[in-house]
């Protein structure tokens, strides 16, 4: 498992870099946001850790841009914790999980396996059909019938698990488990939110919302 660390407390950095090493990951730290881009361009990584606040560009910028360009490799957000607004705009940007400074190496590595379990297990499938949407899982493309959309990791982790239950509820804890992760500090009401994007990406009403349960993909809507 390759790692990318882009953080610029050279301290830190290399602090964290010794405890992955130590637990089996292979490591390479960059220091400034421009280099991360691009090693995170490469890839040659599994998995990006990358700070928010780096010289060069920042974090978000950095996701933004890697997500533009189809790189759906899991990236882990560091954040400090004077500042909430960031979380969110990481995750807006296709960030796929958080860590709140100062944090634990035990959660640090928790989060990776969790990341890492995820990429493993949960994005190796081919193509799904359901509902008049084709997905490619591993690229993270779904096709309307009319064009193709790029999606973010959460959202295409979302969307898979709706079509493999087409026409059944998911309810939001199971949901919430297999998108976010058991050890995950999001909150069951980001589902809302991931919804919402996945609606106004996809622009068919296929996605049914049961209050209070969770959501299920409308197989009616299937032209395939
Ligand atoms: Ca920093």
């Given amino acids: 498992m390759k790692v990318l660390l882009v953080e610029d407390e050279v301290k830190l950095a290399n602090a964290l870099a010794q405890i992955l090493k130590r637990h089996g990951y292979q490591v390479d730290v960059v220091y400034d946001g421009d280099q991360g881009l691009e090693m995170a361009e490469s890839g040659l990584y599994d998995l990006i850790v990358l700070d928010r606040m780096l010289p060069g560009k920042d974090g978000v910028t950095i996701i933004k841009e890697l997500r533009r360009q189809g790189m759906h490799r899991p990236v882990l957000f560091l954040t400090a914790k004077d500042a909430p607004a960031d979380r969110v705009e990481g995750l807006d940007a296709g ?4 860590l709140i400074k100062p944090f634990s190496t035990e959660e640090l590595l928790a989060r990776l396996r969790a990341l890492s379990r995820r990429k493993d297990k949960e994005f190796v499938d081919t193509t799904l059909r359901a509902a008049g949407l084709t ?20 959202e295409t982790l979302l969307l ?22 058991y050890d995950s500090d999001s909150e069951l009401g980001n589902i809302d939110l991931y ?30």
């Avoid at 997905?135 to 990791?153: A, C, F, H, R, Y």
């Avoid at 698990?161 to 297999?178: A, D, N, S, T």
């Fill in 95 to 98: 960030a796929d999980d958080y």
């Fill in 135 to 154: 997905l490619d899982p591993l690229k993270g493309e779904v096709s309307n019938g009319t064009e193709v959309i790029q999606l973010t990791v959460k």
């Fill in 160 to 181: 898979e698990l709706l079509m493999r239950h087409r026409g059944q509820v998911v309810p939001k804890e199971l949901i919430f488990e297999r998108v976010w992760g």
């Fill in 195 to 224: 919804i919402h994007y996945l609606r106004k990406k996809l622009k068919v009403p296929c996605i049914k919302t049961v209050r209070g349960i969770g959501y299920y993909l409308q197989e009616d809507a299937d032209v395939s």
